[in-house]
């Protein structure tokens, strides 16, 4: 079974399940998504007698308009989750559903057009959700990048100086602090990136 092969989930409470899945996500949480890699995507606070069995599909959505940023598959329910996804030191919240990642195209999403959804969880049919997941085409090539983040820090030693490195980094994050990309071996293309898109850092260039 391929990673966008959707299967029969069985039956649930009410009778046969869905054999694939759409999720929603909120406008917030999408660009939660964006800017930390994930592996999972948890979901609280959902309603409804049928839901999402282990291994099923699923397509990951944002609205407004109504795109397609990923595809996984349901996993184990967690019995606690964290209410800030983003914040290891949050409070722990209920079970949620867990969705592991196969896909993402969280930053080039993919239009869905004539897709009507009727919540945050939506049963699809699967030949709907193949025909989702082919929208996507295969994953592109990886390669290797370097990342950088520089921060001139005043201390009073080079041990010092890295307990405030990361005190900043944890305290601004990738919401404020700009990350520096290029490709392995062309650093004269590197490029910086706040809140996940590249950001212009040439004071120069905004006058």
Same mark, same amino acid.
């Given at each position: 079974? %391929?990673? +966008?092969?959707?299967r +029969?989930? @069985? %039956?649930?409470?009410g009778?046969?399940? #869905?054999?694939?899945?759409a999720?929603?996500?909120?406008a917030?949480?999408?660009e939660?998504?964006?800017?930390? !890699? !994930?592996? %999972?995507?948890?979901?609280?606070?959902?309603?409804?007698?049928?839901?999402?069995? #282990?291994?099923?599909?699923?397509?990951?959505?944002v609205?407004?308009?109504?795109?397609?940023v990923?595809?996984g598959?349901?996993?184990?329910?967690?019995?606690?989750?964290r209410?800030?996804?983003?914040?290891?030191?949050?409070?722990?919240?209920? @079970?949620a559903?867990?969705?592991?990642?196969?896909?993402?195209v969280?930053?080039e999403?993919?239009?869905?057009?004539?897709?009507a959804?009727? @919540?945050?969880? %939506?049963g699809?049919?699967?030949?709907?959700?193949?025909?989702?997941?082919?929208?996507i085409?295969? #994953?592109?090539?990886?390669?290797s990048?370097?990342v950088?983040l520089?921060?001139?820090i005043?201390?009073?030693?080079?041990?010092?100086?890295?307990?405030?490195?990361?005190?900043?980094?944890? =305290?601004?994050? #990738?919401?404020?602090?700009?990350?520096?990309?290029?490709?392995?071996?062309?650093?004269?293309?590197?490029?910086?990136f706040?809140?996940g898109? =590249?950001?212009?850092?040439?004071?120069?260039e905004?006058?």
């Amino acid at each position: 079974m %391929t990673d +966008t092969e959707p299967r +029969t989930s @069985g %039956t649930t409470e009410g009778g046969a399940a #869905p054999g694939a899945w759409a999720v929603l996500l909120p406008a917030e949480r999408y660009e939660a998504e964006r800017l930390v !890699h !994930h592996d %999972t995507l948890e979901l609280t606070g959902l309603d409804g007698a049928v839901r999402p069995r #282990p291994g099923d599909p699923v397509a990951v959505l944002v609205d407004e308009p109504l795109r397609l940023v990923g595809l996984g598959r349901v996993a184990s329910a967690t019995g606690e989750v964290r209410e800030d996804p983003d914040d290891p030191q949050s409070e722990a919240g209920p @079970g949620a559903l867990v969705v592991t990642y196969t896909r993402r195209v969280l930053d080039e999403p993919v239009p869905v057009p004539g897709l009507a959804l009727g @919540g945050p969880v %939506t049963g699809l049919d699967p030949a709907r959700f193949r025909a989702l997941a082919d929208r996507i085409g295969p #994953p592109p090539a990886r390669r290797s990048w370097l990342v950088s983040l520089d921060l001139p820090i005043e201390a009073a030693s080079p041990a010092e100086a890295v307990r405030l490195f990361w005190s900043y980094v944890q =305290e601004l994050g #990738p919401r404020e602090l700009p990350a520096f990309v290029s490709p392995s071996g062309d650093e004269l293309a590197m490029q910086a990136f706040v809140l996940g898109a =590249e950001a212009n850092q040439d004071p120069e260039e905004d006058d």
